[in-house]
């Protein structure tokens, strides 16, 4: 069997709002589209043949402070979607692996917060790429939808060992 790697097999670049969008709603994402006012978000696929397989999108924090970190410390991993499951694990592996750092270094931040909706997701996919779950949250009523608040719980990421290592003893002390 001959295989072609021209044009490349997978691929993992950014793409814009409008594709993100599309795909977020063709693989309905529980969360819709990514419309927040006043910010574009960074958005990257992962494309595999030269079809978009997965989305990220990383923003700012939706609130002043998230689970103790302001905006200049810490941004939102605000989506992660695929069109098939087990691409959700490729593309945040990539994503932690590459833009991650990237984000980090433009913007002066060392962590970034995710959030999964605890009825819906276990939260394997964070745990298995070594992310902490870091707070609980409960959302109330969005103003702009109506729809009613979701629990939560929020993960973290940092490149650091040592700073992951701080972050994994304060909770156990919590705990």
Known sequence: MNFSFAPPLV?????????LNQCLT???????????????PWAWGLHHNGQLVAVTAASR??????AGWTR???FELSRVCAAEPDWCRAALRLWRKTVFPAICRAYGHRWVVSYQDAALHTGNLYRMDGWLRVAYSHS????????SGRDKWIWAWNDDPLERARMKGRQEALS
């Open 11 to 19: 691929s993992f670049d950014t793409i814009d709002l409008g594709d």
């Open 61 to 66: 924090l939706p609130a002043e402070r998230v």
């Open 140 to 147: 109330g009523t969005d103003r702009r939808s109506g729809r």
């Open 26 to 40: 063709a693989w309905e994402h529980k969360m819709g589209p990514l419309n927040r006012p006043g910010q574009e």
């Open 72 to 74: 200049d410390e810490a």
